[in-house]
């Protein structure tokens, strides 16, 4: 492996973007450290260039590090499978499935697996079968964008005289907003690496909300690793986690985002496909706790992909 040549794509034109940096140069560091050639490519909306760019490279294989659109979406999975390289990651239909929170909870419902009750706001107003009438809902309200990540564009309503600045909100994300009823209880998510659940982490902002900056501020979320739970609970977090991850049919590496209500039902929120490696996220938390380092980690996501 250490003549092997690796293309690492990062940045891209998201809402994501800086996260999906620090993500990059996290993975950069990880894989020079093990003597490995690494070709960081910024990508941006141009995907002409980006194929010139990874002819001109040729990568042995490329490790996607893009957070949101175009990297999370399908659209950079099916550039690559174009041009025939292998990847890390899950492909081109698993990629679109989690991106899209709507579909990704459909399918969830197919499989048995419990989704907080929702309902969708379109901008040509259009309503599809299967959703619960608004007035049906109880608050407080999640209000986010269909289509986006790291919490960008999210509210949380208790009242219906807030919900339209929420969805103006969203809005700006696209033109399909998720309005979902707000599980009480606690937040917990699960990696995947391989085929297998990591240790179940609880995270605790301290501003109540896991936001953007929560989410990315060192300082301003607890997380015990693994969580406080009874190991019969723990379990099963982890196996519905692993179902969700094989529902969409995802690979090599995903994390499950949950809250657990207060009578100990898991409800499962999102798939992310490609988790943070970030300084302070959960991927790599969750890794350690199972004794794995964070360049291991990242090892053993570009092995899966080699072994695709």
Same mark, same amino acid.
């Given at each position: 492996m250490e003549k092997m040549r690796i293309a690492l794509l990062l940045g891209g034109p998201s809402s994501e973007r800086e996260v999906s940096l620090k993500t990059g140069g996290a993975v950069a560091s990880a894989l020079r450290k093990k003597g490995l050639d690494v070709v960081e490519l910024d990508v941006g909306k141009d995907l002409s260039k980006l194929v010139e760019d990874l002819k001109r490279v040729e990568p042995q294989v490329v490790f996607i590090a893009l957070h949101g659109a175009f990297g999370e979406d399908g659209v950079i999975q099916g550039v690559l499978e174009y041009l025939g390289l292998s990847y890390t990651g899950s492909g081109v239909l698993a990629s679109a499935l989690a991106m899209d929170k709507l579909a990704s909870k459909r399918l969830f419902s197919y499989h048995g697996i419990p989704v907080p009750r929702y309902t969708i706001f379109r901008r040509e107003g259009l309503t599809l079968p299967g959703e619960v009438p608004l007035e049906e809902l109880s608050y407080p309200l999640v209000v986010k964008p269909a289509a986006e990540g790291s919490t960008i564009g999210v509210s949380i309503v208790d009242k219906e005289e807030v919900l339209e600045a929420a969805l103006r909100k969203a809005y700006k994300y696209g033109d399909t907003v998720l309005v979902e009823e707000y599980i009480e209880g606690r937040e917990i998510t699960v990696g995947i690496l391989g085929d297998e659940p990591l240790p179940v982490i609880e995270i605790i902002p301290e501003t109540g909300f896991y936001d953007y900056r929560a989410k990315y501020t060192p300082g301003l979320t607890r997380y015990e690793v693994p969580a406080k739970l009874p190991r019969d609970m723990a379990l099963m977090v982890q196996d519905m986690a692993l179902l969700a991850h094989r529902a969409l049919g995802c690979?090599? +590496?995903?994390? @499950?985002?949950?809250?657990?209500?207060?009578?100990?039902?898991?409800? +499962?929120?999102? @798939?992310?496909?490609?988790?943070?490696?970030t300084e302070t996220s959960l991927l790599p938390k969750?890794?350690?706790?199972?004794?794995?380092?964070?360049?291991?980690?990242v090892l053993r996501i570009l092995e899966s992909a080699l072994k695709k």
């Open positions: 690979k090599d +590496v995903s994390r @499950v985002d949950f809250r657990l209500s207060e009578d100990g039902t898991p409800y +499962v929120l999102e @798939v992310n496909t490609i988790p943070g490696m969750a890794a350690a706790a199972a004794g794995i380092s964070f360049e291991e980690l």
